[in-house]
């Protein structure tokens, strides 16, 4: 990719993030995409097929990064720090991550809630089968526990975009994940 090209991929994502927080995805056309990135349709085109494209390319970008946070946080067993990094980087980008929050349908794609859910539920279940080596723990499914999980952080992540850090919402947070990896490890 030259640089003129992942340039101009820049600003059609940023004109879209900019669209989304005032207009419905639904009503959002390639039209409105095009004028505030300031291309023609034919240059969009190039980019991306359609504004579904364009809005899994960004949901897709935005899971990668949280995937790097939360590899590193399911490795700990304190993660009042990992937490505060996460919620100050979520921060930076809390319109845009919020705007794509409120995309819920989207054709035949996942929204990014869902596959926030769904990263966070696959790394939860591969760490405790990893750690643990067993499918079902104490006559409890590890899947049931992942969805939990997956359910938990993703609820402390619209919180914190919503509401900012609270040190005291993470240090429970802390808390209940050492209960459940004691209880899980425990015989």
Not at 24 to 29: E, M, Q
Not at 86 to 97: E, G, V
Request: glycine share 2%; aromatic share 12%.
């Amino acid at each position: 990719m030259t640089d003129k090209f992942e340039i101009t991929n820049q600003e059609i994502q940023q004109a879209f993030l900019m669209l989304i927080g005032s207009t419905k995805f639904s009503k959002l056309t390639i039209n409105q995409i095009c004028s505030a990135a300031n291309i023609s349709r034919i240059t969009f085109y190039r980019h991306y097929a359609d504004k579904f494209d364009l809005l899994e390319t960004i949901n897709n970008a935005k899971i990668v990064i949280l995937k790097n946070y939360i590899q590193c946080r399911l490795d700990e067993q304190d993660i009042s720090n990992t937490l505060l990094r996460m919620t100050k980087f979520l921060k930076q980008d809390a319109a845009n991550i919020e705007s794509l929050f409120k995309i819920t349908k989207i054709g035949n794609q996942n929204s990014l809630e869902h596959k926030i859910k769904e990263l966070l539920y696959d790394e939860f279940s591969n760490f405790m089968f990893k750690e643990l080596q067993a499918n079902v723990i104490k006559g409890i499914p590890v899947s049931y526990f992942a969805e939990l999980y997956a359910a938990n952080a993703t609820i402390f992540i619209k919180y914190s975009l919503e509401s900012g850090t609270n040190p005291q919402l993470i240090t429970s947070l802390n808390k209940i994940q050492k209960f459940v990896f004691d209880f899980l490890k425990s015989k």
